[in-house]
């Protein structure tokens, strides 16, 4: 099935293709093809004589092969991201336009082409022509990487309450670490993914290929990509102020174990050496006097050469 959008008293509307005799009679400025079969490239090649290449949208990160001119068609390769709660990820899309019909081709349908076709079916005069939509559609994804490093933010102030003001256990360090880290991985896909859109626009002006109001609208989405930097620096530096001090509390939760067990061998250390001194086969006179009381003092003896190094250490606040 193909997104066909056509422009009708200045509003995009769509429709759904389900075979070439439905798309021969239509004139649309965009067309949609999400995981489009052998089939479906079939139709674009004979309605409008574009070849989608098979692998137009490989994982190719050439300069060469994601911006190019060829054969009265323009060629952009971009990434998209979609924050998802799973599994946030970047999805490769491939533009051509191609005698003012802009094709878009992609595996998985993405947030910012739907908050687009929303917008375009609301607001008249939106969209002109198909560098329009291409324009809208940058527009839109970094407004959405806006709107994702906000959450970011709400999330990050989260674990900073979880790790900074509460008593951390390894367990809820564990929880911050993983949930500090999904943070990262989604800080540095948004930093991806608005670079690639710049390099996309810069592209798009180099090539003269926009008239004068959308060559300035891609200035100032390009302004909006310079501030999202910013943004993306000082939360690389957020995150890494939280996981170094998650990792100092398991560190200190670590040390303090450690500690207990220094001190208990160290407090054993007098009993050990009274068993071992009295433990040798000699005759000692006090246990000739003691008699049948030789035993218990013994162990006397050991239980006060224990408390007497466990009190010194308490009053020394080693044990806090």
Not at 121 to 143: N, S, T, W
């Amino acid at each position: 099935m193909l997104n066909v959008f056509t422009l009708a008293n200045g509003r995009l509307f769509q429709e759904e293709i389900d075979s070439l005799d439905e798309l021969t009679p239509v004139s649309p400025i965009w067309v949609d093809l999400e995981d489009p079969t052998p089939e479906e490239k079939g139709w674009i090649a004979v309605r409008f004589g574009l070849v989608i290449p098979g692998d137009i949208i490989d994982d190719d990160l050439e300069e060469s092969a994601r911006f190019y001119e060829e054969d009265d068609a323009v060629h952009i390769r971009s990434d998209f991201l979609i924050d998802d709660d799973d599994t946030p990820r970047n999805v490769r899309v491939a533009f051509i336009l191609h005698h003012n019909v802009l094709f878009s081709i992609h595996r998985e349908d993405l947030p910012v082409f739907r908050l687009l076709r929303m917008r375009a079916r609301r607001i008249p005069a939106l969209i002109e022509d198909a560098k329009d939509v291409l324009l809208k559609l940058y527009d839109a994804d970094a407004e959405y990487s806006a709107d994702t490093l906000e959450n970011i933010y709400d999330e990050l102030e989260k674990v900073s309450k979880r790790v900074l003001q509460d008593e951390v256990n390894d367990a809820a360090a564990a929880e911050a670490l993983a949930a500090i880290a999904r943070q990262e991985d989604l800080n540095g896909r948004i930093r991806r993914n608005v670079m690639d859109t710049r390099r996309a626009l810069s592209f798009m002006m180099r090539a003269r290929m926009l008239n004068t109001d959308q060559f300035e609208e891609a200035r100032q989405i390009l302004r909006d990509i310079d501030s999202l930097d910013s943004h993306t620096a000082f939360l690389f530096d957020k995150i890494n102020f939280l996981m170094d001090a998650t990792v100092g509390f398991i560190n200190i939760n670590q040390n303090k174990i450690i500690k207990i067990f220094s001190v208990a061998s160290v407090a054993l250390l007098p009993p050990t050496l009274v068993a071992s001194v009295y433990g040798m086969n000699l005759k000692f006179p006090e246990m000739e006097w003691l008699g049948a009381w030789g035993y218990p003092y013994t162990v006397a003896l050991m239980v006060c050469t224990a408390l007497v190094p466990m009190w010194y250490f308490k009053r020394r606040g080693w044990l806090s």
